[in-house]
Nanobody, 116 residues
Framework: QVQLVESGGGLVQPGGSLRLSCAASGRVSSINVMGWYRQAPGKQREVVARITNIGSTHYADSVKGRFTISRDNAKVPVFLQMNNLKPEDTAVYYC??????????WGKGTLVTVSS
């Protein structure tokens, strides 16, 4: 089992920045990919960014050039630096961890609201 806890959400004006953090506990050694997903009201959950154990990253087209996923030398915590935020970035952001045995775990989410 892996437990995930997100933090760093909040209210920000358009053009502003936020940094989300995802802390993990439990069988961290089994994790081989970490990711951030988001779900806006009335929409399906979508991938925002992912990072593998070897540091390969993937971004949704809508956030490329604005968001950066990163981590320290260890697998966790994982961060999501969000710059130039837009109202359409408003959503609940979830941390996700995938393991070598293809199990997936989710945090409870943190709300990001971009509004003037």
């Amino acid at each position: 089992q892996v437990q995930l806890v997100e933090s760093g959400g909040g209210l920000v004006q358009p053009g502003g920045s936020l940094r989300l953090s995802c802390a993990a506990s439990g069988r961290v050694s089994s994790i081989n990919v970490m990711g951030w997903y988001r779900q806006a009201p009335g929409k399906q959950r979508e991938v925002v960014a992912r990072i593998t154990n070897i540091g390969s990253t993937h971004y949704a087209d809508s956030v490329k050039g604005r968001f950066t996923i990163s981590r320290d030398n260890a697998k966790v915590p994982v961060f999501l630096q969000m710059n130039n935020l837009k109202p359409e970035d408003t959503a609940v952001y979830y941390c996700n961890a995938g393991t070598m045995s293809s199990d997936y775990y989710w945090g409870k989410g943190t709300l990001v609201t971009v509004s003037s």
